[in-house]
């Protein structure tokens, strides 16, 4: 069975920096199209970046230049490296997977991890 398990979340400054990772299990990791989501207090849950499996990348345009989407398909293991963090990034971040590509239309992936807190305050 599919297990997606987030790790990585804190709390951090303004303008720091923190790595996220979704450690995968029950599948073959490197036919999964992989996807992180946020959701903030009474905001609704939104794509940041997504990762296909011949590892072409894709980010919303409110982290593009500081958020990085990367996979180990060796250690079955996707990433969000955050830097230059602000206070609109604090959110629950969630790992997905899905067969078919990630959706920037609205489509939600069939698998989900648990989500990991990110705090950013001074």
């Known amino acids: 069975q599919v297990q997606l398990v987030e790790s990585g979340g804190g709390l951090v400054q303004p303008g720091g920096s923190l790595r996220l990772s979704c450690a995968a299990s029950?599948?073959?990791?490197?036919?999964?199209?992989m996807g992180w989501y946020r959701q903030g207090p009474g905001r609704q849950r939104e794509l940041v970046a997504s990762?296909?499996?011949?590892?072409?990348?894709n980010y919303a345009h409110s982290v593009k230049g500081r958020f990085t989407i990367f996979r180990d398909d060796a250690k079955n293991t996707a990433y969000l490296q955050m830097n230059l963090l602000q206070p609109q990034d604090t959110a629950v971040y969630y790992c997905?997977?899905?067969?078919?590509?990630?959706?920037?239309?609205?489509?939600?992936?069939?698998?989900w991890g648990q989500g990991t807190q990110v705090t950013v305050s001074s």
């Open positions: 990762i296909n499996v011949d590892h072409s990348t």
């Open positions: 997905a997977a899905d067969r078919t590509p990630i959706s920037w239309s609205g489509r939600m992936p069939n698998y």
């Open positions: 029950g599948m073959i990791f490197s036919v999964y199209h």
